[in-house]
């Protein structure tokens, strides 16, 4: 029996593949290959600096207590589809922006669903089919909660709480996944529209836009139920592209790599969810709109 199975063999899989490795056993799982393998992980960590190992990867999910999931949002009914999935197993959903939780509902119960927001900066350095070489680029956390609000958490948790610090525990976790989704749609389509570093966006003419947005982000939110101050929202906003000046955004990086977005589950989510309630919602459409005609140049 593994403590834990990852689906996603990029920068945030193999940062948490490499820290959960040294206390747990670890295995990647891609449900395309026909026969197990093996990789090797080397991951610069600013918290345990240098980690070399090998990882078993696996075409279906073994026994396990935890399956976490961090591929793209777009990518996880395909990652998830063909996996026989025992009822036992807690589903740690670790994902940019919102919405790709319903794909994992089609599969699993909700009582075994829990959602997680990471603010660790992973890069992938290289990555072939045998090895995947990470750098950990910003020190942050990881905040947990469980799908349906469940007051405590199970009892799994510890596990992953000792070989992820920080790891938060929320019986709301939907505050923290908005104040994520906020900081996504601000500088992911910001960054990528401009093909600039995320530090860009602290010049003064970007600061309208950002104040305008994180307005229309604060009135959306309060539809869904979640209290975001506009002000306290502009300046967490600023704070992450200042601490990630130097780093590109994940949708700068899609767009310069000509790979379909997340944008759908970013600023898209909030367009949808402004449409349920009647709501104008113009800032975020108008990025939504951009983005998918720069899509539309290469797909
Ligand atoms: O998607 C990303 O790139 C990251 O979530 C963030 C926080 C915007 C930093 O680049």
């Known amino acids: 029996m593994y403590h834990c199975a990852i689906i996603g063999a990029g920068a ?49 999910v073994p026994r396990c207590q935890w399956l976490i999931i961090c591929v793209k949002a777009h990518q996880v009914d395909a990652a998830i589809q063909s996996l026989d999935l025992s009822p036992a197993t807690n589903i740690l959903l670790m994902v940019n922006g919102m919405g790709s939780h319903h794909q994992v509902l089609k599969h699993v119960d909700e009582h075994r669903l829990y959602l997680a927001s990471n603010t660790h900066g992973a890069l992938v350095n290289l990555k072939s089919s045998s ?5 950990h680029t910003g020190l942050g956390k990881i905040d947990v909660g469980a799908f349906n609000k469940q007051q405590y958490p199970p009892a799994e948790l510890a596990s992953l709480q000792a070989s992820l610090p920080p790891l938060h525990w929320h019986p709301d976790i939907y505050q923290a996944l908005w104040l994520k989704l906020v900081i996504n749609c601000c500088i992911n389509p910001l960054t990528a529209l401009n093909n600039c570093k995320n530090g860009e966006l602290l010049q003064p003419n970007y600061q309208a836009k950002l104040k305008a947005l994180c307005q229309e982000l604060s009135q959306i939110a309060l539809l869904d139920g979640v209290v975001l101050n506009s002000a306290l929202l502009l300046s967490t906003v ?17 767009i310069s790599h000509q790979r379909h977005t997340e944008i759908d589950y970013i600023n898209g989510y909030v367009v949808s969810l402004a449409k349920t309630h009647h709501a104008v919602c113009r800032h975020n459409v108008a ?12 797909e």
Not at 287 to 298: D, F, M, P, T, W
């Open 238 to 254: 600023r704070e992450v592209a200042f601490n990630t000046a130097e780093n590109y955004s994940s949708m700068q990086q899609d």
């Open 131 to 135: 090895v995947l070489s990470v750098e």
């Open 12 to 60: 945030v899989g193999g940062l948490l593949a490499s820290h959960l490795g040294q206390q747990q056993t670890v295995c990647f799982i891609d449900s395309r290959i026909a026969q197990p393998a093996q990789c090797t992980i080397k991951v610069n960590s600013l918290s345990q600096g240098k980690i070399v190992f090998e990882l078993a990867i696996l075409p279906d």
């Open 287 to 298: 990025l939504v709109q951009q983005i998918k005609l720069l899509e539309k140049q290469y």
